[in-house]
Nanobody
Framework: QVNLVESGGGLVQTGDSLRLSCVNSRRSFSSYAVGWFRQAPGKAREFVATISWSGHNTYYLDSVKGRFTISRDNAKNTVYLQMNSLKPEDTAVYYC??????????????????????????WGQGTQVTVSS
């Protein structure tokens, strides 16, 4: 069973940093690719970043490249999203998601393309990130 729990959100100012964490509290997900998505009020859920099960492959939304870094520590069963130089347009609920079916691994093998929310099987409840101007 997979139970993803996000933490680390909060209210910050433009230019500040936050680090989000995603833990699977019920079992190891070291063999799963994990992604971060976000959803702002009135908008569709948007892909932000994803990481392969090994941590060797990552892929980002263009607008966060160079500012956000996804990483994982499989020994701690945790995936992180380090967010630097935050902007008001980063304000959203951030969700982590796990792919247990190998779809993201296939994506990396074929050449990365923008993942869909439907590529992931398990979702956390989300953590709010608010960036004030």
């Amino acid at each position: 069973q997979v139970n993803l729990v996000e933490s680390g959100g909060g209210l910050v100012q433009t230019g500040d940093s936050l680090r989000l964490s995603c833990v699977n509290s019920r079992r190891s997900f070291s063999s799963y690719a994990v992604g971060w998505f976000r959803q702002a009020p009135g908008k569709a859920r948007e892909f932000v970043a994803t990481i392969s099960w090994s941590g060797h492959n990552t892929y980002y939304l263009d607008s966060v490249k160079g500012r956000f870094t996804i990483s994982r520590d499989n020994a701690k069963n945790t995936v992180y999203l380090q967010m630097n130089s935050l902007k008001p347009e980063d304000t959203a609920v951030y969700y982590c998601a796990a792919d247990s079916s190998g779809r993201i691994a296939t994506m990396f093998q074929r050449g990365p393309t923008l993942p869909s929310r439907y590529d992931y099987d398990y979702w956390g409840q989300g953590t709010q990130v608010t960036v004030s101007s």
